[in-house]
């Protein structure tokens, strides 16, 4: 079972819990959010590390707590791999289970891979757009440039 994460204004929010599962009734992700979760989940899970679909995942994961050498070329190219891999594994997501348009994959595609010099860190901006052509940037994880 997966948990999704649907934000909710602050006027909602009683608590100054950070997870809860106190709500009277579940909040059901669907659209936009429900996409995005499904991206990022997929991009982030380390390739082989889910024991009933071992193929799923990407080799992003690897990059995260190594040492990042700003001018290696090898890490967009490592990024955009894993973007292109994780468009592949939702496509096949979709092709197997229902979703609407507005929770299928149109695109998603690397906007910004650039050096943070104030936090010696590579950051990451992903643009995930669904079928019904909304969209929305995220900023992925920083990558320690030591």
């Known amino acids: 079972m997966d948990i999704h994460f649907q934000p909710t204004a602050a006027s909602e929010t ?22 995005v979760n499904r991206w990022v989940k997929t991009f982030m899970t380390p390739v082989g590390s889910d024991y009933l679909h071992p193929e799923t995942g990407t080799s992003f994961a690897a990059l995260i707590g190594v040492n990042i050498n700003r001018d290696n070329p090898d890490i967009e190219d490592a990024v955009v791999l894993a973007v292109d891999d994780t468009n592949e594994q939702l496509a096949e997501q979709e092709n197997e289970g229902v979703y609407t348009a507005e929770e299928s994959l149109g695109y998603a595609k690397l906007v910004t891979l650039r050096y943070d010099s104030a936090s010696s860190s590579v950051n990451i901006w992903i643009e995930i ?3 019904l052509n909304q969209s929305l940037t995220l900023k992925l994880v920083d990558l320690a440039d030591r």
């Open 14 to 35: 009683y608590s100054n819990k950070v997870f809860t599962f106190g709500f009277t009734a579940a909040l059901k992700v669907q659209g936009l959010q429900f996409l």
């Open 129 to 131: 757009s669904n079928k």
